[in-house]
């Protein structure tokens, strides 16, 4: 059964610090990688999508892929509290459909 | 960026009756779309696919009979939960996967912005 797994948390990182989230995947045949933040009682929102290995970066957001290690992370540098929310770590499966992690809470205190 | 709208946003309803909720791709095409549901503090669940012009495809353990996926067009798809009950009152999410030309959003999902549902 193809999981992807994500520490739950919470991650809590100060205002103005770098907030690491990692996540894995069990399906090495996968090739599309999502990472999205969800506030709560709020639908998920993409923040970034990686399809090759290495480094992809979008503002204060970078995400890492290392399809050896079936590992992909999300850094998000200059953490404000707004960045406060859920994020969930999905792999595309072989239907289309995205396969979730179960999410980081990561807490950002002023 | 790529809008994906669901109406209504806000459903309270006696137990019993059925509910219809819609999502639409504003602007891009979706030949699949999925409806997820949300419980208090847990993940997202997957409950179908819904693609366009074909039946959907259930996950396990959801009732078929009870959440009703329509595809009728390349933007829209509706479920209907059926003579509902308090147990089915939780937070509805579709996704619409866009397949355009543009790379940078060639199979991605974008999500609505959900729908609670509340059967009393």
């Known amino acids: 059964q193809k999981e992807v797994e994500q520490n739950s948390g919470p991650l809590s990182v100060p205002e103005g610090a770098i907030a690491s989230l990692n996540c894995t995947y069990s399906?090495?045949?996968?090739?599309?990688f999502f990472w999205y933040r969800q506030y709560s009682g709020k639908s998920p929102e993409l923040i970034m999508s990686i399809y090759s290995n290495g480094d992809k970066e979008d503002g204060r957001f970078t995400a890492q892929l290392n399809k050896a290690s079936q590992y992909v992370s999300l850094l998000i540098r200059d953490s404000q509290p707004s960045d406060s929310a859920t994020y969930l770590c999905a792999v595309m499966g072989s239907q289309g459909n995205l396969i979730f992690g179960k999410g980081t809470k990561l807490s950002v205190k002023p | 960026g790529a809008v994906v709208s669901q109406h209504p946003s806000w459903v309270i309803c006696k137990s019993g009756t059925s509910v219809k909720i819609e999502c639409r791709s504003l602007?891009?095409?979706?030949?699949?779309m999925f409806w997820y549901r949300q419980f208090p503090k847990q993940s997202l669940m997957l409950m179908a696919t819904s693609n366009e012009g074909s039946k959907a495809t259930y996950e396990q353990g959801v009732e078929k009979d009870k959440f009703l996926i329509n595809h009728a067009s390349l933007t829209l798809s509706t479920l209907t939960v059926t003579s509902a009950h308090p147990e089915d009152s939780s937070f509805y999410i579709c996704s619409a996967r866009d397949l355009g030309p543009t790379s940078g959003r060639r199979g991605t999902q974008y999500f609505g912005p959900g729908t609670r549902l509340l059967v009393l």
């Open positions: 399906d090495r045949g996968s090739q599309s």
């Open positions: 602007d891009f095409q979706a030949t699949t």
